[in-house]
């Protein structure tokens, strides 16, 4: 059988100790926690306990250890480009939490250091490319279901006065670079991996912090389809994570549910042609042929379900030689694209937060 990964993780906040310590818990087949790196000490006493992980508080200690095959950094986001890069340049193979880095040149720099056949390789964990939802929407996109789909509209929105790092620029905080790294990804797939025109607007208006919580991005794609994104802390409804707009049908997400209603495939639309007469003149305004819907349901316990199958792939990448299903191309764009939008903004301000 093949030997399990050995991992060395670094950084046991809330990205390593509640996400990638559950993950792979069930995982330990494939990937085992081999050393674990915090510069809080006490956080590594959980690992070691439970997994019997070597603990460090230095990462240039974790990265000298000849035994840890895979660096997996989840530390702030301002240090993802420091922390991989010592990591690559030492011949370890990392897999690097969102956002890639904070600039499109350091995601370059990275790429350069992992660009040789032979490796140190690096992998992004866009594991947000695994959520059942999306892959399900995308699934029925491409089916031609709904016909040709004009408009896809994306929103992650809650009420959350958030107060951590993520709010502070210092740290790389701020929405686009937190829900952000995710939704765009996936409004780039819905684009058809690039787009032509893009509309930003970025608002501050109720966390703490100097950074954006609300943010508005519509796209252009090169497919030709419109997608709409919004992510936000301010919004205090529910608003559907998706909808998706096409030719011969529409589809709504309503909770973990996606309801479809598009045209009956059994049914053949009469003929129509324009007509030239003006209104008064001509017999109506409106066609009168009896339209027949379909309505479609699929029930999921969580549209966000599936994420930590990124792992999986993560595993048949280094030890099969299967293709990665996130490119480093792919989460590049993502970079530029967010890159792009804080630089052309049509509007940002701060709301005063002393209510």
Not at 54 to 78: F, G
Not at 228 to 239: A, F, Q, R
Not at 311 to 317: I, K, V
Request: aromatic share 10%; proline share 5%; glycine share 8%.
């Amino acid at each position: 059988m093949t030997k399990p990964i050995k991992v060395g993780l670094v950084g046991l906040g809330r990205a390593g100790s509640g996400m990638h310590r559950p993950e792979l818990r069930v995982r330990q087949d494939k990937f085992v926690f081999y050393a674990v790196c915090d510069i809080i000490e006490e956080r590594t006493k959980p690992f070691v306990e439970e997994f019997g992980s070597k603990p460090y508080t230095r990462i240039e200690d974790l990265i000298a250890d000849p035994e840890v095959e895979l660096v997996t950094i989840a530390t702030r986001s301002k240090d993802h480009f420091r922390h991989a890069k010592m990591a690559l340049l030492a011949g370890k193979d990392v897999m690097l939490e969102k956002p890639f880095c904070i600039t499109s040149e350091q995601a370059k720099e990275l790429i350069k250091l992992s660009s040789q056949p032979a490796g140190p390789h690096l992998y992004i964990r866009h594991n947000r490319r695994f959520e059942r939802g999306f892959e399900l929407v995308s699934e029925i996109i491409d089916s031609g279901k709904l016909g040709d789909v004009y408009e896809v509209r994306l929103a992650r929105t809650e009420y959350n006065r958030r107060f951590d790092w993520q709010t502070l620029k210092e740290f790389g905080g701020g929405h686009l670079f937190n829900w952000g790294s995710h939704i765009v990804d996936h409004a780039l797939r819905f684009c058809g991996g690039d787009y032509t025109k893009l509309y930003s607007y970025l608002s501050h208006v109720i966390t703490t912090g100097d950074c954006e919580d609300h943010a508005k991005l519509v796209f252009t794609g090169i497919n030709g389809r419109c997608v709409d994104l919004e992510i936000t802390y301010g919004v205090t409804m529910h608003v559907p994570e998706y909808m998706v707009y096409g030719t011969k049908g529409s589809l709504f997400s309503e909770g973990n549910t996606l309801h479809l209603r598009y045209l009956d495939p059994k049914i053949e639309l009469e003929k129509i042609e324009a007509d030239k007469g003006t209104p008064g003149e001509s017999t109506s305004s409106r066609n009168s042929e009896p339209l027949t819907f379909v309505d479609e349901y699929i029930e999921l316990e969580d549209l966000c379900e599936g994420t930590p199958r990124i792992w999986d792939a993560l595993y048949e990448a280094i030890r099969e030689n299967k293709p990665f299903p996130v490119t480093l191309d792919q989460a590049l764009k993502v970079v530029e694209t967010i890159e792009e939008a804080k630089e052309n903004t049509v509007f940002a301000h701060k709301v005063p937060l002393d209510y």
